[in-house]
């Protein structure tokens, strides 16, 4: 079992940035692979990032590749989602989620999922 839990989020005019992070709890975290994902209103969730169990792959949606850079901490259980360049449509809640396969892409299967932070880009 892990306990994954958001913070970070809140309220940003458009240009600013915002620096996400995901503590998890339970077992080895580097045993997984982890992603971001994020769900607007009305919208199905969608894949932001993803990165490898080491952290040395990553992985980028098209409209944030640039923009988002997700890293990770294995000696502090911790991964990071910075988001720069923000955009009114990147508002939505932001989840964290553990892959235990090792996989770190859009349909990966992701076994731990957070309770979301939420991110509002104003105009």
């Known amino acids: 079992q892990v306990q994954l839990v958001e913070s970070g989020g809140g309220l940003v005019q458009a240009g600013g940035s915002l620096r996400l992070s995901c503590a998890a709890s339970?077992?080895?975290?580097?045993?997984?692979?982890m992603g971001w994902f994020r769900q607007a209103p009305g919208k199905e969730r969608e894949f932001v990032a993803g990165?490898?169990?080491?952290?040395?792959?990553?992985n980028y949606e098209a409209s944030v590749k640039g923009r988002f850079t997700i890293s990770r901490d294995n000696a502090k259980n911790t991964v990071d989602l910075q988001m720069n360049s923000l955009k009114p449509e990147d508002t939505a809640v932001y989840y964290c989620?553990?892959?235990?396969?090792?996989?770190?892409?859009?349909?990966?299967?992701?076994?731990?999922w957070g309770q979301g932070t939420q991110v509002t880009v104003s105009s």
């Open positions: 989620a553990a892959s235990l396969r090792g996989g770190f892409f859009p349909r990966s299967p992701y076994d731990y």
């Open positions: 339970g077992r080895t975290f580097s045993g997984y692979a």
């Open positions: 990165i490898s169990r080491s952290g040395g792959v990553t």
